[in-house]
């Protein structure tokens, strides 16, 4: 019996290492004291100290700590490996690192590895991780601006679509958007001057809509807009940007014929039109058609908006007349318009009879002269 006790003494005394040795092991953790700043930002350094604790009640020997850093840290300062020959039982040991945070990262959470290992055989070890926070920068850049219609004319209405694209490293929350004009031709139609876009994503892109009505007597103009955007970021702080905005407005063509006048000392007829619009007309080329066929044609390179001008062709007397009138709008489209003139009824001077009278007066005056001469003859 004295054999079977001393058996399982040898025994239970040949376990102790063993037991200590997996007490020690599993005992040895790491903890994040304190980073600075936090939470940490993008493409800045981030100061960071960690925690050795051995927590066990037995000293731990020849241990090894490794730094393991990934995407978005590099270590700047700092032991890569730190070695302790003893790390005494419920004892601390403290290790201090500057780390780099890339400028790419993105608003998060991220786990920082260590590796605890006896440098004998590195290739066995503990793996610790350690919880960094990372706050990006929300960075909102106005991508486009379009509008529908895409010649946007006095009178009526037009969308105004702002593509916006986040392209920060941090989330917007609560996006709220809103455009604004200083000018009386733009009014926002109903709230079309507001708009609530939600969560905003780094790396993604939205559009947002507004509506305004455009005053029927707005000038060719480019207005000026801000758009104003608000919106919370990772520290639930509000934050406001605001952007200008050009919106143009092409103006409308709107002829009108004036006059009609012939020119009988220069032989041509002469047509007086005006621009009525808002716009200016480029390129213009008028034709007269009398009857359906072309009797002339006259150019003009622009026609301003409220101003007027006159083109000249061959002298016609009679027949339907229609002006043809091609020009070039705001928007760079080639348009024509028709102004019918009605039937031409121009009398040419003494077509009203004049030149018959002129006839008998001139037959008078001869016959007066030529009797006065043969009653003188006849008395001599």
Excluded at 154 to 163: E, F, L, M, Q
Excluded at 202 to 214: A, H, N, P
Excluded at 246 to 264: D, L, Q
Aim: with cysteine.
């Amino acid at each position: 019996m004295k054999g079977i006790f001393l058996a399982a003494a040898v025994i239970m005394l040949s376990l102790i290492p063993c037991l200590a040795s997996a007490q020690l092991t599993s005992d040895l953790d790491m903890i994040l004291s304190y980073q600075t700043p936090y939470p940490a930002e993008p493409g800045s350094n981030l100061d960071i100290e960690v925690s050795l604790q051995n927590n066990g009640f037995a000293e731990a020997r020849n241990v090894a700590v490794e730094i393991v850093p990934s995407s978005p840290f590099s270590l700047v300062k700092g032991e890569r490996i730190k070695t302790y020959p003893v790390l005494r039982a419920k004892s601390t040991a403290s290790l201090t690192y500057t780390l780099l945070v890339d400028n790419s990262a993105l608003a998060g959470d991220y786990d920082l590895e260590f590796r605890i290992y006896n440098p004998v055989t590195p290739e066995s070890f503990q793996k610790k991780e350690v919880e960094i926070t990372v706050l990006g920068e929300t960075k909102i850049i106005v991508e486009k601006v379009e509008t529908t219609p895409s010649v946007i004319e006095p009178g009526g209405t037009a969308a105004i679509h702002v593509t916006l694209r986040n392209v920060g490293t941090g989330d917007a929350r609560q996006l709220e958007a809103m455009l604004e004009s200083t000018a009386e031709e733009l009014v926002p139609f109903l709230s079309g001057g507001m708009s609530y876009a939600g969560d905003f994503s780094s790396g993604e892109e939205k559009t947002i809509d507004f509506m305004f009505g455009i005053d029927p007597n707005a000038a060719q103009n480019t207005y000026l807009t801000t758009l104003t955007l608000s919106y919370k970021d990772g520290n639930n702080a509000v934050s406001t940007e605001t952007f200008s905005l050009g919106i143009p407005v092409s103006g409308n063509i709107r002829f009108e014929v004036i006059a009609i006048e012939p020119s009988f000392s220069r032989g041509t007829i002469n047509i007086e039109l005006a621009n009525r619009g808002t716009g200016d007309a480029q390129s213009v080329e008028a034709r007269l058609l009398i009857d359906g066929e072309t009797v002339g044609v006259d150019y003009l390179s622009q026609l301003k908006a409220t101003k007027k001008t006159t083109f000249s062709f061959p002298l016609t007397l009679s027949g339907n007349a229609e002006l043809a009138i091609t020009y070039t709008e705001p928007g760079l489209n080639q348009k024509t318009v028709n102004k019918d003139l009605g039937p031409l009824n121009i009398t040419a001077p003494g077509g009203d009879g004049t030149p018959a009278i002129i006839f008998v007066i001139a037959i008078a005056v001869i016959g007066y002269f030529a009797w006065r001469r043969y009653f003188r003859k006849k008395k001599h």
